[in-house]
């Protein structure tokens, strides 16, 4: 399930159902019961366009109902300008989203990258229906949702049936240990085609050990490898989402417009790249595995 500290977020004004003029189906006006916990769908009376998709209390989600393409997640922003500038620009991807929640970045790659197809994956066996009901999610094939664990369902993929690749899972604000490890990466890097883009949500505080960990995990896989957060986050103050990205293409990440970019965003960020990510990742050991 994909819950997670959203420290881009508006803060809702109200528990009351937002405005249906988008919705499929009826919205309830408080909690629903699903088998891993409970979900909401929150108004903002600052933005009468939004909802916020809360999973056991935590936002999961901010769907536009009017602007697919308008992600209120900063981390969502940065990785909207990523997968922007990566491949043939403009043009259709495949793309596997690890945890799916209200599928928004789905609904807004649905339309700035026309006749992709698109696989998310959610845990919950309930979530994924009630999404599809509530809001006007692409349908099949150009979005398809399926119901299991992020890791197992990776597995099930065919080789090199994918461009990208987006992790974004979390049980409560913790990302699973078995997601995180260089036996998952190598099922990524099975599944991606040849110059594929792997992106994470990881959500971690100072000192950063977490992200750390996984950006050497990611090295040990990959030829490129950025780091993208908040400025303050990277200088050790706060709790929030580092966003990891990770190719073989040796032109997407240390761009000089993708920098540029992630700079201008609404909340601007900074993209570490080359030696920076080496000095960011210091002795921090690639994670791996249990023994049995």
Same mark, same amino acid.
Do not use: K
């Given at each position: /399930?994909? #819950?997670?500290?959203?420290?881009?977020?508006?803060?809702?004004?109200?528990?009351?159902?937002?405005?249906?003029?988008?919705?499929?189906?009826?919205?309830?006006?408080?909690?629903?019961?699903?088998?891993?916990?409970?979900?909401?769908?929150?108004?903002?009376?600052? $933005?009468?366009?939004?909802?916020?998709?809360?999973?056991?209390?935590?936002?999961?989600?901010?769907?536009?109902?009017?602007?697919?393409?308008? &992600? =209120?997640?900063?981390?969502?922003? *940065? /990785?909207?300008?990523?997968?922007?500038?990566? %491949? $043939?620009?403009?043009?259709?991807?495949?793309?596997?989203?690890?945890?799916?929640?209200?599928? !928004?970045? #789905?609904?807004?790659?649905?339309?700035? @990258?026309?006749?992709?197809? *698109?696989?998310?994956?959610?845990?919950?066996?309930?979530?994924?229906?009630?999404?599809?009901?509530?809001?006007?999610?692409?349908?099949?094939?150009?979005?398809?949702?399926?119901?299991?664990?992020?890791?197992?369902?990776?597995?099930? &993929?065919?080789?090199?049936? #994918?461009?990208?690749?987006?992790?974004?899972?979390?049980?409560?604000?913790?990302?699973?240990?078995?997601?995180?490890? *260089?036996? /998952? =990466?190598?099922?990524?890097?099975?599944?991606?085609?040849?110059?594929?883009?792997?992106?994470?949500?990881?959500?971690?505080?100072?000192?950063?050990?977490?992200?750390?960990?996984?950006?050497?995990? &990611?090295?040990?896989?990959?030829?490129?490898?950025?780091?993208?957060?908040?400025? %303050?986050?990277?200088?050790?103050?706060?709790?929030?989402?580092?966003?990891? !990205?990770?190719?073989?293409?040796?032109? &997407?990440?240390?761009? #000089?417009?993708?920098?540029?970019?992630?700079?201008?965003?609404?909340?601007?960020? @900074?993209?570490?790249? %080359?030696?920076?990510?080496?000095?960011?990742?210091?002795?921090?050991?690639?994670?791996?595995?249990?023994? !049995?």
């Amino acid at each position: /399930m994909a #819950a997670r500290d959203r420290s881009a977020r508006r803060s809702p004004a109200s528990h009351r159902p937002p405005t249906r003029s988008a919705a499929r189906a009826p919205w309830p006006t408080g909690p629903v019961t699903v088998p891993t916990g409970t979900v909401e769908l929150v108004r903002d009376l600052d $933005d009468p366009d939004g909802v916020t998709v809360l999973v056991n209390g935590v936002p999961s989600s901010h769907l536009d109902l009017v602007d697919p393409t308008r &992600l =209120v997640f900063e981390y969502m922003q *940065q /990785m909207a300008a990523v997968i922007e500038r990566f %491949g $043939d620009v403009g043009g259709p991807l495949d793309v596997v989203h690890l945890g799916a929640a209200g599928c !928004a970045l #789905a609904r807004s790659v649905d339309v700035t @990258r026309p006749g992709s197809r *698109q696989l998310a994956i959610e845990l919950d066996t309930v979530l994924p229906e009630l999404v599809r009901g509530w809001f006007d999610l692409p349908r099949a094939p150009a979005l398809r949702i399926r119901a299991g664990d992020a890791r197992t369902e990776l597995g099930r &993929l065919a080789d090199a049936s #994918a461009d990208v690749i987006v992790r974004d899972v979390f049980a409560g604000d913790t990302t699973p240990d078995h997601v995180r490890t *260089q036996e /998952m =990466v190598a099922q990524v890097t099975r599944v991606l085609r040849p110059g594929g883009l792997y992106l994470v949500n990881c959500a971690d505080r100072p000192p950063l050990a977490g992200a750390r960990a996984e950006v050497a995990t &990611l090295r040990a896989a990959f030829d490129d490898v950025a780091v993208i957060a908040e400025p %303050g986050l990277l200088r050790g103050r706060g709790y929030g989402n580092v966003v990891l !990205a990770a190719t073989d293409d040796p032109e &997407l990440l240390g761009s #000089a417009p993708l920098a540029r970019a992630v700079r201008s965003l609404p909340a601007p960020a @900074r993209l570490l790249h %080359g030696p920076e990510v080496t000095a960011f990742v210091g002795s921090a050991p690639p994670l791996t595995d249990p023994v !049995a």
